[in-house]
């Protein structure tokens, strides 16, 4: 939890307070995010195979970290 004045909630994740979502889980790609957290080499492996496939591209930075498809638009998205 950060000091966003958007965050009121204690706890942001639905299914940490036990209603249904896991959302995050069905969308990454290489199905990294696991109930125990994420496994860092799954998402590591994904990030650098999306590198080299949009390295050509004028915009693509190269300290790109997340392809972030299990944090956006998710419902504990801010
Ligand atoms: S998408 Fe967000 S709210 Fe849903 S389970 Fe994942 S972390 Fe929790
Ligand atoms: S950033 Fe992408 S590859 Fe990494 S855990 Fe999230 S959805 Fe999966």
Redesign the pocket.
């Known amino acids: 939890m950060g000091d966003n004045p958007l965050v009121r909630d204690e706890e942001l994740c639905l299914h940490k307070t036990g209603r249904e979502c896991l959302r995050?889980m069905k969308?990454?790609?290489?199905?990294?995010?696991t109930l125990k957290g994420?496994?860092r080499h799954?998402?590591d492996m994904?990030?650098q195979v999306n590198r080299k496939r949009f390295a050509s591209r004028p915009n693509m930075a190269d300290d790109i970290e997340?392809?972030?498809?299990?944090?956006a638009g998710m419902p504990c998205s801010l």
Request: net charge positive.
């Open positions: 995050c969308v990454c790609p290489v199905r990294a995010v994420i496994e799954r998402c994904r990030i997340v392809c972030a498809k299990c944090i």
